[in-house]
């Protein structure tokens, strides 16, 4: 766990490192990055001999997407439970290009260094939870906002670039497209012939794309009370920047890149996937998730199509058992907070029917 750029290979950290200056006092954590990154080439390049141009999965990836601290993990925690599902573990999720060979070899050493829990809502992370296959992204070329929680002088460019690809070049696009449909055949190779379930709210923003790249492909949204995000996504900040950044934060751009980048995901959601047929596209609340998650979840089956619900149902059951005694966070909800939110985001509180909470 020394940095996530740990996983990374030599053309995306040499391409990050000039665009960004790394401070003195972290050039001694870039220095152990650097050194496993080389170290791990001889794997790397075994493994892509190895698999070549692996073909693409025989099923089309169903996406958990909607803006982070909406619920989207505990949606896609859920939805893993279904055994007809491939998912990104913690190990291939951090070593994207080393997943079928070198991540197997040592795998239990790997294991042991998994964090507990996760540091922004104290959900459990075991060997076997499921990722985000943006971490693997990251590692895979330049385009991801988690460059900017790594170099957040940037926080703002780097936001913008990996979330909605401003200013990125064709060149760089065409980057991204080939690592997600690399690590999308990767993950089928490991897992078998199961679909693909990948959550991402990066991807909230890329619906469009993602279509394009996987005919087929199903999206199930979900949203929360603006409120609650707004403020949860401070903590997030708070909490991830001490962690990742490779150089002094600058606190003063959270609160803007919050504002503006819920806005546009949102926006960017509406527009594209209205285009979608559908039995491509599902949303709920996070609210009635919580509420009642079986109903919930078998309405998404139902409205996607997706066999196995029933057979599923017992382990879903078996995994609310296991979170019962989970504590979310709380939030004290302030009269500058409440004015704040109202006054950037009030088409999506009167769209999704959500007030201030008391």
């Known amino acids: 766990m020394i940095h996530p750029l740990a996983g990374a290979d030599p053309a995306t950290l040499f391409g990050l490192l000039a665009r960004h200056r790394v401070d003195a006092a972290h050039l001694p954590r870039l220095g152990l ?10 794997f790397s390049l075994a493994e892509r001999v190895w698999i070549g141009r692996p073909p693409p999965p025989g099923q089309p990836p169903v996406f958990v997407v909607g803006h982070w601290r ?36 040592l795998r239990p050493l790997l294991e042991r260094a998994v964090p507990k829990g996760r540091a922004i809502d104290r959900v459990p992370v075991t060997p076997h939870s499921p990722q985000e296959d943006e971490f693997a992204l990251a590692n895979m070329q330049g385009l991801s906002f988690l460059h900017g ?51 991402n709210p990066a991807h909230t ?3 469009a794309l993602l279509a394009e790249m996987f005919p087929g492909a199903k999206f199930v949204h979900v949203h929360r009370n603006p409120f609650t995000v707004f403020q949860s996504m401070r903590r997030f900040h708070a909490r991830l920047a001490p962690m990742l950044a490779l150089q002094r ?22 527009v594209q ?86």
């Open 33 to 42: 990055v650097l050194a496993i990154v080389l170290l791990r080439q001889p």
């Open 70 to 105: 909406s619920g989207t993990t505990f949606l896609y925690e859920l939805l893993s439970r279904d055994p007809g599902f491939a998912w990104l573990g913690p190990v291939a999720a951090g070593l994207p290009w080393d997943m079928l060979l070198m991540a197997r070899l």
């Open 149 to 199: 929680l790594s170099f957040p002088r940037h926080l703002a460019q780097e936001f913008r670039r990996g979330v909605f690809f401003d200013g990125a070049t064709p060149a760089e696009v065409a980057r991204w497209t080939e690592a997600m449909r690399l690590l999308v055949a990767k993950l089928s190779l490991a897992q078998g012939d199961r679909r693909a379930l990948i959550k």
């Open 205 to 207: 923003a890329r619906i």
């Open 249 to 270: 934060a600058d606190d003063a751009a959270v609160d803007s890149v919050i504002l503006e980048t819920y806005r546009r995901m949102m926006e960017a959601l509406i």
């Open 273 to 358: 996937s209205a285009a979608l047929p559908p039995d491509q596209f599902a949303e709920l609340s996070f609210e009635d998730l919580e509420r009642e998650p079986l109903a919930a979840l078998g309405g998404v089956y139902d409205r996607l199509g997706l066999p196995g619900f029933a057979q599923a149902r017992p382990r879903f059951q078996a995994h609310l058992d296991a979170r019962r005694d989970h504590v979310k966070n709380r939030w004290d909800l302030t009269p500058e907070v409440v004015d704040l939110v109202t006054a950037h985001w009030r088409p999506y509180l009167d769209r999704w029917r959500y007030a201030a909470p008391s």
